[in-house]
Every structure is written in C-alpha cells, then in structure tokens.
C-alpha cells in the first residue's frame, strides 16, 4: 500500500549530495567568506591607526568590538524576521548592508567615532549572514553528512575569509593603508546578482508559509530523480503552531538547552575574539616581526576550519555532539595555557594554530549543533540568538583583554582570561539537554510529522 503526502523533512534528510547541494553550498561559503572577512579585518587596523588616533589599549580594544555591537543586535533581530518573511531575502538584506557600510568605511572612517559607528552598522548586515546561512544550509543538508555539508558550505567560507583579512593586511595595507581592506570587503557587491539568482527560499519555511508549489519545485531540484513523485501527490502539512517568539526558546522543554547554549556560545566568542582581535598586537610584543604576526591570525582561521571539519567528522560518525564540544573547549584552553607558560617562537605558532583548531573550530559546530536542536518554525530565532548572546561575549573580549594588558602591563592576565573562559565553554555546554527527553542532536524529533511517500 502506498502513502499518500509528501513529508518534506524527510526527502530532504535523506537526499543524497547533489549538484542543487553542490550550488547552495557554494553560495552560502561565498556569502560566509565575505562575513568572516569583515569580521575579523579590524584587527589589521589596530597597528595602523592606534598611534595617529592616539588609542589607548580599550580604546584598540573597541575598533573589533565595535562591529560587534551591530552585530548583536542584527543577529537577535535577523531570526525573528527571517522566521516571518523569509530567509532568502533577509539574507540578501543582510549582504546588501554589508556591503553599502563596507565601501563607507572605506571613504569616510577617517576618525576613531566615524569608523565605530560606521562598524556598528556594517555590524548589522554581518549579524544576518552566519546565522542565517547556518540556519538555512541545516535545513537543506541531508542527515547521514549534516555536520559535515553544513561546514563545508559555512565554516570553509567563513575561515576563508578570515584568513583573507590576515593576507590582505599583510600584502596590501601596506601599499594602500588600513583602507584597502575595505575595498577588498566591497567586493561582495559582485557576489549580490548570484544570491539573487541562484539561491531560493528555503523548501521548510515554503512549507510553512503553505507554498506547497514553492516547496515541489525546491525538491524536484534538489532530488531531479523523485520529481514525478513530487508531480502527483500532495505536500504533508506540519501540525505545529508558527509561533517564533524569543521567548519560546525559554519554555519548559528548551529552556535548559537554551541556556547552556547561550552561556558557551558568549564564553566561546569571549575567547575567539578576545584572542583573535589582539593576535597581531601579541605576537610583534613577543618579538614576531610584522608580517609574521599578521600571519598568525590568518593561520588561525585555516586550522579553525580544520577542527571544525574532523568535530563536525566525529559528530556525524559517533554522536554524542555534547562531548566532542566538550573536548574541543578544553584543548583550546590547554593550548592557551601553554602560550602563557612558555615563550617561543614555535610555542606561538602551534600554540596559536591549536587555539583556532579547537576553539574556533568548535564553535562552527556550536551553531549546527544549535540548529538541529530547534524546529524549523524556531531555528532561524534559535541560531540568531545564540549568536547574539555570544555576541556579547565577542565585544567584551577584545576590550576586556586591552584593559587587562593596560592593568597587568602584558599580556599573561588576557590569555588567562581566555583560558578560563574555554574551560568554562567546556564545563556550559554538557548541560545543553532539552527537558523532554528527546536528545538535543535529534534534529528529525522535532520536526512536525507528516506521512512518507513511497520511495523507489
């Protein structure tokens, strides 16, 4: 006997990688790259404009965190929106703001309160695209390489671009001033007509919003080889309410998940930013020259991705994302407390490398991790607020951590700050369990039910 709807979760949990997957992929990294990119360059500007501006080390400290501000609140603002209209076209929101705000910066930063309000508002662009590109290409990714798509269309892109920021400071600021990496950012404007035409909307939110046709023309896409099928029966409706309110994140059966969540995403983010944000300014105190030091930051985001993929690997093999989560957080920590403890040259480096192998690199699966923990009428406010909240953990560590070599007259106490803050993450996120007995990684448990059809 044969079934009669279509359960949309379903065909696409168990789709098998193809080209539509190969092509949202690539968008989605691309999008990224530009994200990390522009995250992670104001940490070439500190050594440019620190003397002329007459910073102090908080206020350095404040043009990363700056950013960040925006940031934040696009990020806890971009779920609700995206959860509403739409997520292909709050993206696109989101790159245009990017894009407009980098090319500003650009022309007219030409003071410390001009370039942290115009970061603030790039900020609010950037606060769109990780999260909701996690969000969407989890949606998309089918269940048996679901860590492992998701990373290689985010986290590749993200670490990309934040190894471009290192390569372009060191190879074009000094030709061009801290400005060319901004003009390097405004690129993005080139990547806007693809998004326009190759990315659609994401096939659960259609389902949602009740555009069945949407819905069968995304999946005769993404699976050519069942597009007859999709041709003659209907789409299954999913028996749950639309309601995507923060505060749903807080009822009983998430609140647990949610909060531990939040509290290792902001400890996380308090140490990849406290970290990454002043890595140049700490490797030329250690006696690292200038190019070398630039490269540091760089290699931390290639080793990031790196770690992310053999978590994101382990995950997707053995289960149990918690613990792997657990082991990445107090690697990073241990790598941390080797850079305190011992100073050399290749102390630096590997010692580095580790810290975005594991810290950074855990966090990408961090955001997966908190994307199949939610239902589809709920990730995109999910991802967003974890995020948001980790935000606030990004803009206070590299102000923290310049206030703390400011005080201590080094940097010992800041990467001490770092240390404990990663132990803390592994300590937090063995706690991100829902309350109802369903395992947090159970993605196909909490999307709405609907009945199979037949495959073959």
Not at 132 to 143: D, G, H, M, Q, V
Not at 297 to 311: D, H, I, K, N, Y
Not at 325 to 351: D, E, K, M, T
Request: proline share 4%; charged share 10%.
């Amino acid at each position: 006997m044969q079934d009669t709807t279509i359960d949309v979760h379903e065909e696409l949990a168990s789709a098998p990688v193809g080209r539509m997957h190969v092509t949202l992929g690539i968008v989605l990294a691309l999008l990224t790259l530009f994200d990390g990119y522009d995250t992670f360059n104001p940490a070439y500007v500190i050594h440019y404009v620190r003397g002329p501006w007459g910073l102090s080390l908080q206020q350095a400290g404040m043009l990363v965190s700056s950013g960040l501000v925006g940031f934040l609140v696009g990020a806890a603002v971009h779920g609700v929106l995206a959860d509403r209209f739409g997520r292909r076209i709050t993206l696109i929101v989101g790159l245009w703001t990017t894009t407009v705000f980098s090319i500003l910066t650009a022309l007219f930063a030409d003071s410390f309160a001009n370039f942290c309000t115009l970061r603030i508002l790039t900020g609010l662009g950037l606060g769109v695209l990780l999260p909701l590109s996690t969000t969407y290409i989890n949606e998309l990714a089918p269940r048996r390489v679901a860590n492992t798509f998701a990373l290689w269309g985010v986290a590749l892109g993200w670490a990309s671009g934040g190894a471009a920021a290192g390569i372009v400071g060191v190879l074009v600021t000094p030709h061009t001033g801290w400005q060319g990496l901004y003009w390097v950012g405004s690129l993005s404007l080139l990547l806007i007509p693809f998004v326009h035409r190759y990315l659609p909307e994401s096939p659960k939110f259609a389902l949602l919003r009740g555009d069945d046709a949407e819905v069968k023309s995304i999946l005769a896409k993404l699976r050519p080889e069942r597009a007859e099928a999709y041709s003659r029966y209907p789409v299954g409706r999913p028996a749950t309410d639309t309601r995507t309110s923060v505060l749903a994140l807080l009822d009983k059966p998430y609140r647990k998940l949610s909060i531990a969540i939040w509290t290792t995403s902001f400890l996380s983010l308090f140490c990849i930013f406290g970290l990454s944000g002043w890595i140049p300014t700490l490797m030329q105190a250690r006696g690292e020259s200038f190019g070398a030091s630039f490269a540091f930051g760089a290699s931390m985001q290639v080793t990031s991705f790196v770690g992310a993929l053999v978590c994101g690997h382990l995950v997707d093999r053995f289960q149990h994302p918690r613990y792997w989560l657990c082991a990445w957080s107090l690697g990073g920590a241990a790598s941390v407390l080797v850079l305190i403890l011992f100073h050399s040259h290749w102390v630096n480096l590997v010692c580095s490398a580790m810290a975005g192998f594991c810290i950074i690199g855990g966090q990408f699966v961090l955001n997966n991790f908190t994307a199949a923990s939610y239902e589809t009428r709920m990730r995109a406010t999910a991802v967003g607020m974890e995020l948001a909240v980790g935000r606030l953990g990004a803009i206070l560590g590299p102000f923290i951590g310049g206030a703390l070599q400011q005080v201590f007259g080094g940097s010992g106490a800041m990467l001490a700050a770092i240390c404990m803050a990663a132990a803390g993450a592994a300590a937090s996120v063995l706690a991100a369990t829902k309350t109802t007995g369903l395992g947090p990684n159970d993605a196909g448990a909490a999307e709405p039910t609907t009945v199979n059809i037949a495959h073959g």
